[in-house]
């Protein structure tokens, strides 16, 4: 067997020293303390995907981005007005019989690979609606539950992945406006966390992405897109932003990725509550 001898970076730790060229071989194929990373797909298969949510802002960017990557995508909207190429299914993500309809185009060969929940309904008032209540945690809550639960069988067969689309709002930040839009987000995390602890044996992955304040029309900002002083990159985050790290979550780049929550905000949750108001009064630094 022969010796080599070898450096490199792993992330962001550098090491360097010898190793035999087999256990290279296992560590760039994943085979370390007997498990393995490899995709576990079929070589030949092309990889599918369900988004919720396609139709506008973050769900919109993650189609195209998947798209782009040549993955076959499969997109449960309200509005006919997918990217092209995605597969479209019309429905609403509460009805049940809109989503197995989705799931059932997404997996013919009963395999999903990706399941992303971009679904949602932005904060609202008043604050003391009931009804408002029920609508959010419905659409931004239980409807993601139950697209895991619905898709959960064909997730374990193709070892595939979750990802659910929160926002800093709720377990970061709080919602004069929206109660609810802050319980459902902050909800959506632990639903993950739970998730990634029962997948895990399966070797399916759940994550969060959290965006902060993306330009897209599911929001009216409070500032200008590109002067934003209570973020510290001074600008709001693009769709496309926030759909490459769904995108990056989805690949074998984060095999070893379950249970977290990506935030897309700019900086502004390494900000304080009080840090962030004076900074867009103009009082702080």
Known sequence: MLAVQAHGTIGTSHWTGTATRSALTDCAAGRIGGMSSIDPRPEASPRRALV???ASGVGRAVIERLLADAWLVTALVRRPDAPAGADVVL????DPGALTQALGRATPDGRLDALVCAAGIPPSGPWDDPTHWTE???VDLTAPFEAVRLAWPALVAAQGCVVLVGSIV?????????PAYAAAKAGLEGLARSLAVIGGPHGVRVNVV??????TPFDPPAFPAGSRPDVPLGRMGTAQEAAAIVAMLLSQDASYVTGSVWRVDGGRTALSAAGAAARALGTGS
């Open 91 to 94: 429905g609403d993500v509460r």
């Open 170 to 178: 709720g377990a970061a930040e709080g919602s004069a406006r929206s």
């Open 52 to 54: 919720t949510g396609g």
């Open 136 to 138: 959010v945690l419905a």
């Open 210 to 215: 959290a965006p902060g304040a993306i330009d």
